[in-house]
């Protein structure tokens, strides 16, 4: 029973997460914070320019929105994966594993919580494939 309310809580705290962060990235918003010249600005200038950003988002919002709803979860765990792999892959690649700690080990721990509560739905996935 406790792993249910767990898993619960953690999906509604990462469907939030995602459709928040999601629309400002759509929709902004929130104020972006001026970043130092580098790498960082670098990719987040060519990210803009090539409307990156909006697909990015799209899929951040689209993520959250089916988690909140409690439809399709498998889906919208699947979906997050890919944005949490591009997160932990930006923080430790481009900001070298500056902010880390934070929000992203959050949703990581958030995401593990909801997919264990949600396995049995990977379970066709997850299964090694037969040899012929």
Known sequence: MAVKIVATIARYLL???FAFFGANILFHFLPNPTLPPGPLKDFSTVMATTHYFAVIGFFQFLGGILLLINRYVALGLVILAAEIVNILTTHILVMHGEG?????????ILWLLVFWRV???FAGILAPSKQE
């Open 119 to 121: 396995r049995p739905a």
């Open 15 to 17: 469907g939030l997460i």
């Open 100 to 108: 880390l700690v934070g929000l992203p080990l959050l949703v990581v």
